[in-house]
């Protein structure tokens, strides 16, 4: 069985139904009972009803509420349906800049929920093995995985990650600029969901030449009324750019710090951008800009970390040398 057990969204493989689960990584508790997880939980969220507290409990890619991802996990391998036989061995994917402590955190807590055996797989690692890369190969393959708090970049090579760098700016902090945005120069206060809803459909790393308009509702900072702001399409670039600038810095720094050899590998095959900020409209295009090489988007790049546990999980023993030792 695998995991993508992400910030901002859990994914489950199983080998004969494929993936069972992909739903936000949220759970709600009323009266310290489980009340809700995933897509329900968000919903329930959104409505700030005091009698429901909402956690999500991984920030920046770890665990940060050890009892809620617990309980999370547990409630999620129920609502797939999961036999227990599949809990014997769970390949579970994380960031690479994580900590032995923080590694140890996820397997204890994956163990706590049922799984008997918990190997994990750098997410990089995981996404480039999921879009199809063969990474034992001498050829150098670089991968840029964003997903909700952490975008993980790496240059993989010989079945192993030749340079990382881990940034904790990624979706969450793109949907968070918007917000900001909004705030600071309209005094319009909106919900991280409207953010994430106009992050999805207007966003973009490049700066575009339309005219189109948007209808924002929220409420007024200064008078604490409704109110709609009308404003150009192209501020939701304005909002993301600080954001985005960050992304393709931290790309350029892992390049400049890799080997010349592999470099060379890097221009003939380039760049693969994965997980949900892969989406943000353009961000080939701009991260491509700043660094001189060709980058694609993955095809189904939210799926690309839990496609590289399903693999990893096909061909255990001839791939197993990608898993973190611990």
Do not use: W
Request: proline share 4%; charged share 20%.
């Amino acid at each position: 069985m695998g995991i993508d057990l992400g910030t901002a969204n859990t994914l489950i493989y199983t080998p004969k139904k494929g993936i069972v689960l992909n739903e936000p990584s949220m759970i709600t508790y009323s009266q310290n009972s489980v009340k809700e997880v995933g897509l329900a939980a968000k919903e329930i969220a959104g409505k700030h009803n005091d009698e429901y507290e909402t956690i999500r409990p991984l920030r920046d890619g770890v665990i940060a509420e050890f009892t809620a991802a617990e309980d999370m996990i547990q409630e999620f391998i129920k609502k797939s349906e999961i036999p227990r036989l599949l809990l014997n061995h769970i390949v579970c994917g994380v960031p690479t800049g994580i900590t032995q402590v923080e590694q140890r955190a996820v397997i204890d807590t994956i163990e706590r929920a049922g799984a008997r055996q918990v190997s994990l797989v750098a997410e990089p690692m995981a996404a480039a093995i999921g879009v199809g890369l063969d990474v034992l190969k001498p050829k150098a393959s670089m991968v840029v995985d964003i997903g909700g708090g952490t975008t993980d970049i790496a240059v993989i090579a010989y079945g192993g990650i030749v340079v990382d760098n881990t940034i904790k700016v990624a979706g969450d902090e793109l949907t968070m600029s918007i917000v900001h945005y909004l705030k600071n120069t309209h005094n319009l206060l909106i919900g991280e969901q409207t953010a994430e809803q106009l992050k999805i459909n207007f966003g973009s790393a490049l700066s575009q030449r339309v005219n189109r308009k948007l209808n924002i509702k929220g409420r007024d900072l200064i008078l604490g009324q409704p109110k709609i702001v009308e404003m150009p399409v192209n501020e939701i670039y304005y909002a993301m750019d600080y954001v985005i600038n960050s992304i393709v810095t931290a790309v350029k720094i892992t390049i400049e710090r890799t080997p010349p050899d592999l470099v060379s590998d890097l221009i003939d095959f380039g760049v693969v951008l994965t997980g949900g900020g892969a989406l943000i409209k353009g961000l080939d295009q701009r991260i491509s800009k700043g660094i001189n090489l060709p980058v694609h988007v993955a095809d189904n790049p939210l799926l690309s970390v839990v496609n590289g546990t399903k693999r990893i999980i096909e061909s255990y023993d001839q791939i197993k040398t990608v898993l973190l030792r611990r």
